[in-house]
Every structure is written in C-alpha cells, then in structure tokens.
C-alpha cells in the first residue's frame, strides 16, 4: 500500500523570481513560461523572492510595490493559484528560519566561488554585504522546504542549485534522509537570453541600456523597434553557428516563441536579410506577449484579488514548508518549544 502511494505521489516543482523589475524576455523564456505549462503534470509551487532583492538596496515603496506586481505577473504567465501553490516569500517565515541553519551548514569556501556573488560584489562594490554572500544559503532553503524534484530555473542559476545539492548530501550524510535531493531543470534552447546590445552578456533588467533587454509588459512599438536594433555581425546569412552571438540569441528567442526549430528557421530565412529576421522576430515576441499585457492590466485593476491570493499562498506555503523545518529542528538538537 506505501509502495502504491509512494508511486501516485506526483513529481513537485519548485521555482522563484525577484521582483526587482518587470521580468524580461530572458525571465519568461528561460523559466516563467515553463511554469504555467508544469501545473498539469506535476504538483507545483512558484514565489516572488523579495528577500533575495534585499542583498541589493531597494527603494522602499518600489520594492513593495513590485513585489505586489510581479505576483500578477506570475499569474498573467499562465501561474494558476488555483493548480500551483503561490506565494510572496517573506510571507512565509520558515524561509529565513531554515536559512540561517543551512548557512550554518555551508562552506565558506564554496559560497566564495560562487559566480553572481563575484559579479554583483563588483558591481555594488559600496554594498558588498553579508546577505549577498549567504544567499545561496537561503536559496536551498527556499528549495528545500518544500522537498521538490525539480527546479527549472535558467543557466544562471545552474551553480545555485548545485550548491543547494552539495548541501543536501552533506546535510543528509549527518543527519540520515532529511531532504531530497532536487534537481535543476534547464531547458535545451533558451536557458540563457543574452543582451541585444551585447550578446555575450546575459539579458537583464538591470541592464543601464533600455534596448538590451525587453520586459514582457513592452508596448509591441517599443519590441519591434528594439530588436531592430539589436547587433548581430557583419555577415548576412541566418543561421545558428559559433561566433554568430547575436544571431544564435534571435534565433533562440524565435524558436522559443514561436516552437519552430533552428533548421526551419534557417530554411525559412534563407536569401533573406538580416533585416527581415528581426522584424519578424520582434513581431513574433510582440505579439507572444500580448495576452500576458492584457492579462495584466486585469489582475493589477483587482488589488483585493491579489493580496486574497498572496494570503491564500502563504497560508498553504507556511502549513508545508513548516513540516520540513519541523523535522529540521528535531535532527539538529533544538529543543522544541
Ligand atoms: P532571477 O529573479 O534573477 O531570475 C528568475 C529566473 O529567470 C532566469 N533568467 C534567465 N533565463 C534565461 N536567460 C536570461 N537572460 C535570464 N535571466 C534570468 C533565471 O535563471 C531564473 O530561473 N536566485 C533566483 C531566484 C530564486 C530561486 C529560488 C529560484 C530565489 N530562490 C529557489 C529557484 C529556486 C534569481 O535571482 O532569479
């Protein structure tokens, strides 16, 4: 009968994106848009990670209203509170619990070799402050409560979630079988949008340069016109080869939204110019994006809506993630109140 229930459990999936700003082409295509299409066969639960934004200093009210937003933003990408659990994590406060006990369980060493804490400790060189460098540790806390299979994030995060697995089995190798080990999910095209100013650098928002990166609430004037602009290379043929940096992102981007392979692509732009292939692509994210702006625009003209949501979602996170701490608390030696 165990061996039965053991098989039905469903696979969980667990993923989560800070509100530092509209989520860009690069957020929908190497993760949000996975997330809505999960909720069918797996047991799903996505959250807005504003305590990961506090590692860089956030204007106040911004910050809040952000977060309120990319919560809409979540749903109108086809996030289902109705399917998938979702929340606000610093609604729920087993995050920053388990965090500090896995802090207490991550190597220095490792935590100072990570990538993003190298890039933005230069790049915030006045605030390099401890949260920005036990962040991870709070990442596999998130992760971890809520004991999921997979966690299908973009590129970036691919050294993150190794870090989270290095915790799990030295964790587990102490304390028996606590957590289990979740896995990345990193798609095969996309997983990494570059720049379209400098397409060795990954899209972000918070690019200084507006026509490096699309956010998905762009008026289609403004995506077309960017992706006009965008550099590729001195050559003329539309096809996905090494070197071809700027290309290969536009292709990647294409195929994304519109399902079609980079052969098609290069067999459907062939004797084409450049030219073509990026007014065809900007059209083509324009109008991919168009139901999530007007979806939107509903969600945001509905506060009570959201905030009901948010509070449904931290209900449901806290009643979960609290068994996981529980049971934490009990391995480690703290007495229970
Ligand atoms: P964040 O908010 O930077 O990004 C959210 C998701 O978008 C992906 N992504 C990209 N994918 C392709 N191309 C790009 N240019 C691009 N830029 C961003 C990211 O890989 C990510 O999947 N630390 C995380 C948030 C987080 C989290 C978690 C994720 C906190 N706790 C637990 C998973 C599980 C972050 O800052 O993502």
Known sequence: MEEELKKERKKV????IQPTGIFTLGNYIGAVRHWGLMQEEYQCAYFVADLHSLTVRQEPAELRRRTLEAFALLLACGVDPEKSLVFVQSHVCNHAELSWILSCYSPFGALSRMTQFKDKAAK???NVNAGLFTYPALM????LLYQPDYV????DQRQHLEFTRDVVEHFNGIYGNVFRMPEAYIAKTGARIMSLQEPTKKMSKSDTNPNAFITILDDP???VSKFRRAVTDSETEVCFREGKDGINNLMSIYSAVTGMSFEQIEHDFEGKGYGDFKAE???AVAE???PIREKFAELMADRSYLEQQCKIGAEKAAEISARTLLKVKKKIGLLLP
Not at 13 to 16: D, K, N, T, V, Y
Not at 140 to 143: E, L, P, S, V
Not at 152 to 155: A, F, M, R
């Open 13 to 16: 999936i667990l993923s989560g």
């Open 124 to 126: 915030h060189a006045d």
């Open 140 to 143: 596999a806390a998130d992760i």
């Open 152 to 155: 299908p994030v973009g590129e």
């Open 221 to 223: 004037k403004v995506i």
């Open 281 to 283: 692509v900007g059209s």
């Open 288 to 290: 991919k994006l168009r």
